[in-house]
């Protein structure tokens, strides 16, 4: 049936019927594509990236941290994030260490100003110690930390303390329990 009716039409009326046959699908295709996006881009919309920089410098001693994160803001309160974290430090003929992880963070902005802080964060240390001054201590194994903290909040950038819960003075990988922090969120 499609075939007799196509047969009544002239040879340039069946390339325009074609080509507006054509268009259609396109068209459809292209709208399909940009809902698309639009779902897309609502959600990428909401993942903010930051993280943190360290460097420390002292009498032979050299520390460098990598620290980079991303939160997805469920709301203007509450976010959740993923972390990771480099850290390598090394004291000149003394010792070297690496450290390895990554970690959970959830926020909490109970009004603008104010931000509350959980961070689950999990370190794969590995130490090495010069043979002269300590014998049979180098060292790998993995270093918990659980992390409350709260901080003033200023648009992307919040400056606080956090305590770590699961503190152990000597597998820890920070200096104390109580840690000051800046965080920025772009």
């Known amino acids: 049936m499609f075939y007799t009716i196509m047969n009544k ?5 069946k390339k325009i019927i074609a080509f507006l046959v054509f268009s259609c699908f396109v068209a459809a295709s292209v709208k399909a594509q940009d809902n698309t996006k639009k779902q897309k881009s609502v959600f990428w919309q909401k993942v903010r990236v930051g993280g943190g920089i360290g460097l420390g410098f002292g009498d032979g001693f050299f520390s460098g941290t990598l620290a980079p994160s ?8 509450f976010a959740l994030g993923v972390t990771l974290n480099a850290t390598y430090n ?6 070297k260490s690496t450290i390895l992880g990554g970690g959970i963070i959830g926020l909490y902005n109970p009004i603008p100003e104010i931000q509350l802080s959980g961070e689950f964060e999990q370190l794969h240390v590995n130490r ?10 180098d060292d790998t194994y993995w270093s918990p930390a659980l992390f409350l903290g709260a901080g003033y ?3 992307n950038f919040t400056i606080g303390m956090r305590y770590d819960v699961l503190y152990d003075t000597d597998k820890s ?14």
């Open 128 to 137: 090495d110690f010069e043979a002269k001054y300590v014998s049979n201590i």
């Open 70 to 77: 991303a939160i997805y803001q469920f709301d203007d309160q």
């Open 153 to 155: 909040r200023s648009q």
């Open 90 to 95: 090394k004291r000149k003929n003394f010792y």
């Open 173 to 186: 990988v920070y200096g104390s329990a109580w840690i000051p922090f800046v965080r920025v969120y772009f």
């Open 9 to 13: 039409y002239s040879p340039l009326s």
